[in-house]
Structures are given as structure tokens and as C-alpha cells.
């Protein structure tokens, strides 16, 4: 033992005992003392009363209907108080008596829903979409449409809630529909509106006054506008010879005047963003493929659409959205009516809030926000698929 | 000096303003706010000590709801006294929303002294197991509404029967040749209306939606005879195929436009079809009032309508609520709101008023009607019930539910509904 072990210090004692503390970066709250916080830090001291107001003003609310739904409350049993009743509104709503399986039940609509599966995959390999997204997608349309849709009541028994599933029906009746209408139409309307010519803003005005309207008004005038009797449309309708059909007091003819009336006021709001959509497009690149021969269809294929592809997604986003939501428009008209033809799941829960059943009014309100979500969700991921 | 003046005359404003009780008034659009005011104004008059102001909002029975839902759910008293539709002081007393009015009263004998001026129809909707929640503002009922041109031409009387409304609505239509003329139209509409179409034909076939033990009662005879009757008004002609978009408001004007002969509504309609409304009216002088008929040997029906003054329970300014509360309801109070407004009384002696008369004339015709008008359901649970008749018959006049599909909805439906 000439030198002495080397992992000992002179004094006997093993190094690690005796050399000081290594450097230690300063903890949040040391930092956040001292008046030295790292940059990180301080973006998320910054963020706090933001995150506090959103919490305030968006999370604290969804939370607090949320709660509401798993509690019996209706304003006037106010004797039985406002007892906790776990997961029995959505028992109401979702389930029935004397359920059975069954593969064929509502067959098309399943193998619609798996076609649209089917569809993202097609997304992903051709890189519109993310795998994960695609997979995470397939699963919830396996348990959705392949296991839970099969689910019915079966001779004896009938759903809880029919009425629920009238109005969800109704909801994405309209929503597919007037979607693809505002579509149809604005797409249209936002190419006229940004050809060069004296009368351009002429077409602006005219694309921004239904977008201007009041829902609710709109709503009031297309209804006399398809009122039977004395309305213009069966007038216009009788002159050239066709007999008009009974537009609202009928469901079919009903839902064809709701979405009507829809498109007419939310094809406009469309029409404003893929124009401006349009107009950020470079004009460089058309004069490069009218050089290269490109026809007119040609350069609205593989220019004007691909470009316009994140506008095309705003739109759709809110649009979507505001159709899952749709209120006012089918209210103004026939306040749900005929029946309930264009009762829509909006409909429903204001009318269930108005019998002052509060609670599974908010588990209502919880069916039409995990709509809402799960549609964002698809969309955010699909527009942020190339970042 | 002059500054402690104006600081002592300043404090004894604001000493002034804590002295008088402020009383905020809720009443809607359709309630007539240019007759209301000044009679409030008159109120703040006579009674120094309070100061009585209004607000206005919403112009249906429904929207006017809402509010009231927003305001007594979060239990503010910032609304002192409002008022309600008939059809809902059962649910106002079994959500606590109304403050019983028995107390303002030394005795019970006194309350029901004070009562007795008041028509039986309203009373009994305001007064749940002898607490009384509500005073009737001014009453309505559905009655049924002719041309009497057009009667006078033909050789009619109004009709006592059902069949006989629709013998005459074809003979006329058919006489007059015009294919707009609509023989006999009524509400379909999927709203308050249509649920009065019902009830009015049903107790007429001497049914009722319940029986005396509270069954509910709506597969019977008496109800598809209803339906019947219903169908056979579309079958028929005398009624437009598109009545299931029939609201009260289209009725109206639809009468007024000179294109039909017989109609079920309100009383409103009347001043409407006399010049006092925003579209023209070819009818002006023109139209009768009459009871509903019935079916034969049963006895005539009608829905009762109308409005109550009722006291906010979280108002802190009760007592002066209530003093408020009976000038809105007293005989002169209501006599203002019959010539200027054309509400109905609620009040008896005012149907032989001779001021009331002289504005009114037609009152006179109403009285009979109004008597016998009857209660809609009368259950907390009133907008469940609603929806639970007036869906399935929206539904059967859009052709989506036959007549027995419709009243077994209807059966279902209402029990339910009572069943929570």
C-alpha cells in the first residue's frame, strides 16, 4: 500500500464523498426567485394568464356539462334534489330494451362508414394523411360501425330515446348534405368572383350579403318564400307548369327547403375564403402553364385546386362544423317540424333544456360536442398531414 | 355655503332614492309595453315610496319563457314581478318559481272573497291545492271565427256541429268558385296552436286526454273520432293539404286576406281583422264570432288562454310587489288594458262595463265562449306533455303517422312524460 488506493483521498475517505457538488442548474422556483428565469420559463410564465382565461371561459364550462350530465336535474322535480346518477342519460340515449346483435343491421350505412375507412387508407398511402391518423380512425370505425352498429332493439323492445337517434340522423343528413351543397356553389361563385371584369364587385356584394344576414331572418324568409299557398317558389314553380310540392309540411320536401335555404346562406361564407385562397395563388405559375399549352381545365386541376387545398380546409372545418350545430335555420323555419323532419340534435337539446330537464340536456349536449370533436380532430390532423 | 347646499341637496337625493323600493316588471313584446307603461307610471303616482320600472323581452309565450328559465334558474330577484302564460303556474309552483300569494291575505275566506270577481277559468289554472300563485292579467280563449258576408249570402247561422261547419264551408266554397278559398282552417303547426286543435275537437266528442284517476286517456272512441274528423277535413277539401305548417300568426293572416270562411284562434285575431294591424284586411266588418262547434249532443269546448301577474319568490321587495301586483289586477288596472290593449278581462264585471263595451263591442259575443273555455294540462311537466301531443298531430296532418299510429304516440308520449 505504497501510494495509497487512487479512489481514496488523502484523508482515507472515498473522492466521491469528498469533492464539492457538481454544477446544478438552479431549479424553476430558485430561477423564478432570483429574477433569472430561462427563456422556456418564461414562455410559460407568459402563457399563464391566457391558459387561465381559456380554462375560465372553455374548459371550466365543457367540464361543468359533463358533470351536469351523469346527475339527475330537472327545474321542476326540484324535490328530488340533484342526485349523482353515473352513466344513466347516456343509457337513455344510446341504449334500448331487449337489444340483440345482428351482422345485417344497418348494413349499408356500415359499409358506407368501412368504405370510408377504406378511403383513408387510400389518404395515407398517397401521403394526404398520416398512417397513425388512418389506423387510430379504423379502429374507432371497427367498434363503431362493425361492432356497436349491430347492436338494436329486437321485436319486443324498442330504443330509449328514438327521438335521439331521429335527431342524429337528421343532424348528419344535414350536415353531409348542405356541406356539399355550400361546396358546390361557393367553389363557383369564388372563381366569378375573382375573374377580372367591371362587375366583379358586384359578385362580392352578392357574396357577402346572405354571409351578412341574420340566420334567423334568413330562416323566416325562405319559409314564406316555400310557404304552399302564397309562396314565390310554387308560384315561379306553377308558371312553368309543375305543380309545387307541399315544401314544409311534408319531411321529405322539408329537408330539401332546409338545405336550400342553408347553402343560399352559407355558400357565401365559402365563397370568401377560397377567394381569398385564389388570390394568394401566384399568377406567374398559370402564364408558365399556359406557355407549357395546359388547357383551362388542366390548370384548374393541377394548379387552383392543389393551391387552394388549405383554404379548401378552413372552409370545410367551420362549415362542418356550424351543420353539426344547426339551429336556427330549421327552427326559424318549422321549428323542427313537419314532425320532426328537421329536428336536429341543436333542436333537441334546447328543446329538452326548455322542459328544464337540465341533465340530459347536457348529456345531449355532450353527444353533439363529441361530434364537433371527433370531426375537428379528422381535420386538423388532415390539414397538418405535410408539417 | 353654496357648496354645503349642494352637497346636503345631493345627499338627500340619494337619501330620496334609498327611501323608494325600485320594482322591476317583466312583461314581453306582444304584451303591449304602450299600455303597460303609463299605467305603471300611474302606479309610481300614487305610491311615492316605490318606484316601478319595466322590461321588455321576447314577443312569443315561448322565447318569454326562455328568459324567465335563464333569470329563475340562477335564482335572481332582479325581476320583481313577471308574467306567465296560463298553461304554466303548475310548474312555476312545483320549481318554487312563483311566490304563494296566500299570505298577502288575512284569511283564506278573504282570499277567496277577493277571487270571486275573477272568471272560474283562469282562477283555477292560478290556484294549485288552494295556494294561489298568480293573478290573472287578462284572459283569451280559441274561439271560431266566420264570415259573416259570406254566411249572410248563403242563408247560414254559424254552425252548432261539426258537420254542419263542413256542409256549409263545401256549399260556399263550391258557390263561389274560388279555388284560394279555403272552407275551414285551424293550426297544425308544430307549436303551441296545435295542441288546441286537439284538445278543442276531443272534449267535444265528450272526451278528455285523462280520465278522473289520471289515467291518460288517449286511445279511445272519443280520440279517433277526433282524428277522424280531422281526416276528413283534408278528404274533404274544406281545409288546405299544407296545414301542417298552419301556425296561429298564418292563420290570421290568411283570414284576413279574405281566403277563408270558418277559423279556429285567438282573440287577438279580431282588432287584427278590424284595421289595427301591420298588413291589410279585407275583412274589416266583415267576421263573426261564435262558439266552437261540437259534435252532436255533445257540449261546445274551447282552450283557454291568457296571462298572470306573478311575484318573483327571490325578489327582496315582496310586500310592495304585491301592492304593485293588485293595482295590475284590479278592475280599473284591467278596464285600461280592455279599451287601450283589447285584452280580454279577467274580470267578470267588466263584460257589462259600458267603457269596455264602447271600445269592445265584441267582448260582449266573447263572454259566452269564454266561460267555457278549459285548462290544457295542468302538470309541472306541461312542455313535455305538449311536445307529446303536438308532435304526433303535426306529424299525422305532414301524413307520417296515420290516425291510430298518432294516437298511440300521443298515449306513450304523455305517460311518459308524467312518469319521471
Not at chain 2, 261547419?165 to 260556399?172: F, P, Q, R
Amino acid at each position: 500500500m505504497s501510494a495509497g488506493a487512487p479512489y481514496l483521498h488523502k484523508d482515507g475517505l472515498p473522492l466521491a464523498l469528498t469533492t464539492p457538488h457538481a454544477y446544478r442548474r438552479p431549479g424553476f422556483w430558485r430561477r423564478l426567485r432570483t429574477g433569472n428565469p430561462t427563456e422556456a420559463q418564461l414562455g410559460l410564465i407568459l402563457l399563464i394568464p391566457a391558459a387561465l382565461v381559456l380554462a375560465l371561459v372553455m374548459f371550466w364550462p365543457i367540464a361543468q356539462v359533463l358533470w351536469q350530465s351523469l346527475h339527475f336535474e330537472r327545474l321542476n322535480v326540484p324535490a328530488r334534489g340533484r342526485p349523482f346518477i353515473g352513466f344513466e342519460h347516456y343509457q337513455r340515449m344510446l341504449w334500448g330494451s331487449d337489444m340483440t346483435w345482428d351482422a345485417r343491421h344497418l348494413l349499408g350505412w356500415r359499409l358506407l362508414a368501412f368504405a370510408g375507412a377504406a378511403g383513408l387508407w387510400w389518404g395515407a398511402a398517397r401521403g394526404v394523411l398520416r398512417r397513425p391518423t388512418a389506423l387510430i380512425w379504423t379502429v374507432i370505425v371497427v367498434l363503431v360501425a362493425g361492432l356497436w352498429m349491430g347492436y338494436h332493439p329486437g321485436e319486443a323492445g324498442r330504443w330509449n330515446d328514438a327521438r335521439f337517434w331521429n335527431a342524429f340522423s337528421i343532424t348528419l343528413l344535414i350536415t353531409v348534405a348542405s356541406v356539399a351543397g355550400s361546396f358546390l356553389v361557393g367553389l363557383p361563385l369564388a372563381l366569378l368572383a375573382n375573374v377580372e371584369s367591371r362587375w366583379r364587385w358586384l359578385v362580392r356584394i352578392a357574396l357577402l350579403i346572405p354571409w351578412a344576414m341574420p340566420r334567423v331572418l334568413v330562416g323566416v324568409m325562405f319559409a314564406w318564400l316555400f310557404n304552399y299557398t302564397n309562396g314565390v317558389v310554387n308560384d315561379l314553380l306553377g308558371r312553368a307548369g309543375i305543380a309545387g310540392p307541399l315544401w314544409l309540411s311534408r319531411a321529405e320536401p322539408a329537408m330539401w327547403a332546409a338545405n336550400i335555404t342553408i347553402v343560399w346562406a352559407t355558400s357565401a361564407f365559402v365563397g370568401l375564403i377560397l377567394l381569398a385562397g385564389l388570390q394568394s395563388i401566384d399568377e406567374s405559375l398559370y402564364e408558365a402553364a399556359m406557355v407549357d399549352g395546359a388547357s383551362r381545365l388542366q390548370r384548374f386541376w393541377a394548379i387552383t385546386l392543389p393551391l387552394l387545398r388549405p383554404s379548401i380546409a378552413v372552409a370545410l372545418i367551420f362549415r362542418t362544423l356550424t351543420a353539426i350545430q344547426t339551429f336556427d335555420i330549421p327552427y326559424a323555419m318549422t321549428q323542427g317540424g313537419p314532425g320532426r323532419a328537421l329536428e336536429t340534435l341543436g333542436i333537441y337539446v334546447s328543446n329538452t333544456t326548455n322542459s328544464l330537464n337540465l341533465g340530459y340536456a347536457a348529456a345531449l349536449a355532450v353527444a353533439l360536442f363529441v361530434m364537433s370533436l371527433a370531426i375537428t380532430v379528422l381535420y386538423l390532423r388532415w390539414i397538418y398531414a405535410d408539417d | 355655503m353654496r357648496r354645503t347646499l349642494a352637497l346636503i341637496a345631493a345627499l338627500a337625493l340619494v337619501a330620496s332614492g334609498l327611501a323608494q323600493t325600485p320594482l322591476k316588471v317583466f312583461i314581453g313584446g306582444q304584451q303591449r309595453p304602450d299600455v303597460i307603461g303609463p299605467l305603471l307610471e300611474q302606479f309610481n303616482a300614487e305610491n311615492p315610496d316605490i318606484v316601478a320600472t319595466f322590461e321588455v323581452g321576447g314577443a312569443t309565450s315561448d322565447v318569454q319563457q326562455q328568459y324567465l328559465n335563464t333569470v329563475l334558474t340562477s335564482r335572481s330577484g332582479e325581476l320583481d314581478i313577471f308574467l306567465i302564460d296560463v298553461v304554466r303556474p303548475a310548474q312555476y309552483a312545483a320549481s318554487g318559481w312563483a311566490e304563494p300569494l296566500n299570505q298577502f291575505f288575512d284569511s283564506e275566506a278573504a282570499m277567496m272573497a277577493y277571487l270571486e270577481d275573477f272568471l272560474p277559468g283562469p282562477i283555477e289554472a292560478n290556484l294549485i291545492d288552494g295556494t294561489l300563485y298568480a293573478l290573472p292579467a287578462f284572459t283569451d280563449a280559441q274561439f271560431l271565427y266566420y264570415r259573416a258576408d259570406l254566411l249572410e249570402k248563403y242563408g247560414f247561422e254559424p254552425p252548432t256541429t261539426w258537420e254542419e261547419l263542413k256542409s256549409m264551408a263545401l256549399t260556399i266554397q263550391q258557390q263561389e268558385g274560388d279555388p284560394n278559398l279555403q272552407g275551414f282552417n285551424y293550426q297544425g303547426f308544430q307549436g303551441e296552436g296545435t295542441i288546441c286543435t286537439f284538445l278543442e275537437a276531443l272534449w267535444s266528442a265528450g272526451g278528455n286526454w285523462v280520465d278522473a284517476d289520471g289515467n291518460v286517456t288517449l286511445v279511445t272512441p272519443e280520440a279517433e273520432r277526433t282524428m277522424a274528423w280531422y281526416e276528413d277535413t283534408l278528404a274533404s277539401g274544406i281545409t288546405v293539404e299544407n296545414i301542417a305548417e298552419m301556425s296561429t300568426d298564418l292563420s290570421r293572416q290568411q283570414f284576413q286576406a279574405g281566403n277563408v270562411v270558418f277559423m279556429l284562434n285567438w282573440g287577438y285575431a279580431w282588432a287584427h281583422f278590424q284595421g289595427n294591424s301591420p298588413q291589410d284586411t279585407v275583412v274589416a266588418g266583415k267576421v263573426g264570432v261564435a262558439p266552437l262547434p261540437s259534435f252532436e249532443g255533445f257540449d261546445s269546448a274551447t282552450c283557454i288562454g291568457g296571462w298572470q301577474w306573478a311575484i318573483n319568490p327571490y325578489s327582496e321587495n315582496k310586500d310592495a310587489a304585491w301592492r304593485l301586483l293588485e293595482f295590475l289586477a284590479s278592475p280599473d288596472s284591467q278596464r285600461v288594458l280592455a279599451v287601450e290593449a283589447s285584452n280580454i278581462p279577467a274580470r267578470e264585471s267588466l263584460y257589462t262595463d259600458p267603457a269596455v263595451l264602447a271600445a269592445a263591442p265584441h267582448f260582449g259575443d266573447f263572454y259566452d265562449v269564454i266561460v267555457n273555455a278549459r285548462s290544457r294540462p295542468v302538470t309541472p311537466f306541461y312542455n313535455d306533455v305538449s311536445e307529446a301531443i303536438r308532435y304526433p298531430m303535426n306529424a299525422f296532418f305532414a301524413r307520417q303517422l296515420s290516425a291510430d299510429e298518432a294516437l298511440q304516440e300521443m298515449q306513450r308520449g304523455v305517460e311518459e312524460a308524467l312518469d319521471f
